[in-house]
């Protein structure tokens, strides 16, 4: 099975082992860009937080979707199970 993000034409779901550097990077560019932000003008706070929430929520979807893809990729618990 195979997982995009987004969409169909989504850019593919990273393994679960490249998800945490995937969005490890990602949120280490928007800190930088909301700490320049801030820098400038300490009063644009107010409206960064909501962003800042919406972007934890992003990024948890994707290490959501890389940990389903991990899962969906995995036998299942009775295939796993050894005969008798």
């Known amino acids: 099975m195979f997982f995009r993000l987004g969409s ?19 949120l280490q560019q928007h ?6 932000l801030l820098q400038q003008d300490p009063a644009a706070f107010a409206a960064l937080e909501p962003e800042i929430h919406r ?4 990024l948890a979807d ?3 979707a890389s940990l389903l893809a991990h899962a969906a990729g995995q036998p299942t618990l009775p295939q796993a199970a050894p005969k008798k």
């Open 62 to 64: 994707q290490f959501a």
């Open 55 to 58: 972007c934890f929520a992003a």
């Open 8 to 26: 169909k034409s989504g850019p593919a779901v990273p393994p679960l082992s490249q998800a945490h550097q995937a969005i490890s990077a990602q």
């Open 31 to 36: 800190q930088q860009r909301w700490a320049e």
